[in-house]
């Protein structure tokens, strides 16, 4: 691992690398070990391989003497490896030098101070003032002002020499004391107030309370409070008040103090404050201003003084809850000649145009019309009178119509349905389905088929319902009491099934397909931005095409299907010679590449691997083409690619004497060919 320390300087110093020894069965002496772990296989606590399993193990940082005397701000430690690392703890060890001063201050020209060091062997007091140094670890200074005294002592263990400052305060004559009293003019009892005096070493306050100078405490009332402060030339005293403001007096009444639940209450807040608050309850109070009390609840009100000292008074009021719990009329809305059940919390007095009775609930048959009821409800203190209204209605009458009532199978037509408040329309299964809506649309399926998957789209308040009826729709409208009945007949022609059909379902760039579909009367294809009007269509596609085609039948319903055609790229065939000029009989190396297979024409003697070796022979330099075709293993695709090899036959001509004498000499010329390369 690594450890990187970071001073409050933000100086870094670096420990890499750091080798941390395993926590079982390793060597190194750990300063913790043999403190139990859980085995993992069994759950069981205790050791295992040795009784002083699993050890932890310490390391030393090694502070350069620069960092010492430094505060550490962070330390970061990093696990350069892929084992698992866990950290105890850090610690850190303090300055072995220290110090002492007596007494801390002096009087000018008053007595001496002793200083005193420890922890280290050697000292040296650097000269300052009067002072002339020592290497003494005690000293005795009498400084007329105040001065620093620097103490060095070398670190033995590190070879780091430590510095320290050490300040000597002189005063030349008693403190000169000032006070800050956060209570300025006065407070309101209850607040806090802190006094806080400087100029001196040490503060002491008296008064009619314990005081820690600046530090804030409550006053009991008012008073003056000294302090006095003390220096090495001796102390000094002050005074300061603290002032109490006076509360105002607050006093509050109620309209009453016992009211039943609904009645309304009003207070009264009054005393010599310049302004009021109520509380209490859920809701906003003012003084003088009725308001309904939901529960027993005790209001506050809270006066405040010109000086906004606060005070508070509180009255309780009772609220004696009276049975307001509505009656229930079941059902509140009835046909005429059915009954309701008029029902109470408990038994109160019911009455009527008719009739009184005394019981918790009764049945009543009301007459056509609305017909109110009258329910006194009260214990020993309050009372309530409540009504309740039960509305009796006649049948509605209802009309319903199918606007067209003859389409194409999955094709809309609409219902329609008034002279009722709510509708519910229902087709025959099996299975029933019911929607609701005054205007649902429907998209019914061939009438003239079975088993075909119905669907039925009801659209209202931008819901969407799905079913599966027949052709007969029955509607049941609601005036909110009675529920009247009706049917309407729609018809549905089939639509056509068309198949559709491909002489390939992927065909290779530049190849032509056959497309055709079966099904109908007439058939329209679209593809590619263009239309035909025919069963069969040929096409030529340079990518993956969707042809869609829609056909018709004698009802003139029509039906759609998509044939996919993929279309496959053609290889890119390339020839890469190893030269294109050879002498006649001459090898030239050629070498296909961009297919998967390869076959090479006969001049290539009808190789069929991607190398080919060719001779060119001839009698005069001229040239050869050679071709080889291309093929991608997976879809079939060809392409061809040609190369050219030029033959080199050089033309040697002799000029020169073509006589001698005996014995003579000839002298012969060739040319034609490359210098330096003939044989005679």
């Known amino acids: 691992m690594s450890v990187t320390v970071r001073f409050t300087d933000n100086i870094t110093q670096v420990f890499v690398p750091i080798v941390v020894s395993d926590w079982f069965n390793i060597v190194p002496t750990p300063f913790l070990s043999g403190f139990d772990r859980v085995t993992r296989s069994t759950g069981v606590v205790g050791n295992v391989g040795s009784a002083s399993n699993p050890r932890m193990f310490a390391f030393d940082l090694a502070i350069t003497c620069a960092n010492q005397a430094k505060r550490v701000k962070r330390i970061i430690i990093k696990n350069t490896t892929t084992a698992r690392l866990c950290m105890l703890g850090v610690s850190g060890v303090l300055s072995p030098l220290t110090f002492s001063v007596t007494p801390p201050t002096l009087c000018s020209g008053i007595g001496s101070s002793t200083f005193m060091a420890a922890g280290m062997p050697t000292y040296t007091w650097l000269s300052s003032g009067s002072f002339a140094g020592s290497n003494s670890a005690t000293i005795i200074v009498s400084p007329t002002v105040t001065t620093d005294y620097t103490l060095q002592a070398l670190n033995i263990s590190n070879s780091c020499l430590l510095n320290t400052v050490i300040s000597l305060s002189v005063f030349t004559g008693p403190p000169t004391l000032s006070v800050i009293n956060t209570s300025n003019t006065g407070i309101c009892p209850t607040r806090t107030v802190a006094l806080t005096a400087s100029g001196a070493t040490t503060y002491t306050w008296s008064g009619n309370t314990t005081v820690t100078n600046g530090l804030a405490f409550v006053p009991p009332s008012t008073a003056d409070y000294t302090v006095t402060g003390t220096n090495a030339c001796g102390s000094t005293s002050a005074i300061t008040s603290v002032s109490l403001h006076p509360l105002p007096t607050v006093s509050t009444t109620a309209s009453s103090s016992l009211l039943c639940s609904g009645g309304s209450l009003t207070l009264t807040a009054a005393g010599n404050g310049t302004a009021y608050t109520l509380s209490g309850g859920s809701g906003p109070i003012s003084s003088e201003v009725g308001f309904v009390p939901a529960i027993t609840t005790t209001y506050i009100a809270i006066g405040i003084s010109a000086l906004g000292c606060t005070a508070s008074s509180a009255i309780p009021v009772t609220v004696i809850v009276t049975p307001i719990i509505a009656p ?311 392409s061809t690619s040609t190369i050219l090899i030029a033959t080199y036959v050089p033309v040697l001509s002799v000029t020169g004497t073509t006589n001698t004498c005996l014995g003579g000499q000839v002298s012969l010329q060739a040319s034609g060919g490359n210098a330096n390369t003939y044989l005679w």
Do not use: H
């Open 328 to 638: 229930v009329a079941s059902p509140a809305l009835v046909c005429l000649g059915k009954s309701s059940t008029l029902t109470a919390a408990a038994s109160y007095t019911w009455s009527s145009a008719s009739q009184t009775v005394y019981t918790t609930s009764f049945v009543v048959t009301p007459n056509l019309g609305l017909s109110t009821y009258t329910v006194i409800k009260g214990n020993s203190n309050c009372y309530n009178t409540q009504m309740i209204t039960i509305t009796t209605n006649s049948l509605p009458t209802i009309f319903a119509i199918v606007s067209p009532t003859i389409v194409c199978a999955l094709q809309p037509a609409t219902l329609a349905v008034g002279g009722g408040q709510t509708y519910t329309w229902t087709s025959s299964g099996p299975p029933t389905f019911t929607f609701t809506g005054a205007t649902p649309q429907v998209f019914p399926s061939s009438s003239t088929t079975s088993g075909v998957n119905e669907r039925l789209f009801f659209l209202t308040q931008r819901r969407k319902w799905s079913f599966r009826p027949n052709t007969t729709y029955s509607v049941a409208a609601s005036d909110g009491t009675f529920i009247s009945t009706t049917t309407v007949f729609l018809a549905a022609n089939p639509n056509p099934t068309i198949t559709t059909s491909a002489s390939s379902s992927s065909v290779c760039s530049g190849k032509t397909v056959t497309v055709s579909a079966l099904g109908g009367n007439s058939y329209t294809w679209t593809a590619n931005s263009s239309t035909f009007n025919r069963q069969t269509i040929a096409d030529t596609p340079t990518l993956a095409t969707a042809y869609n085609v829609v056909g018709n039948n004698s009802f003139g319903c029509t039906a759609g299907a998509i044939r996919i055609v993929l279309v496959n790229p053609n290889p890119t065939v390339s020839i890469a010679p190893s030269k294109t000029l050879v002498c006649s009989g001459g090898a030239a190396p050629l070498t296909a590449s961009g297919a998967d297979t390869y076959s090479w024409d006969a001049n290539a003697n009808n190789v069929i691997t991607a190398a080919a070796i060719v001779n060119p022979v001839s009698q005069v330099s001229s040239s050869m083409i050679y071709s080889v075709l291309g093929t991608y293993a997976s879809t079939g695709c060809q």
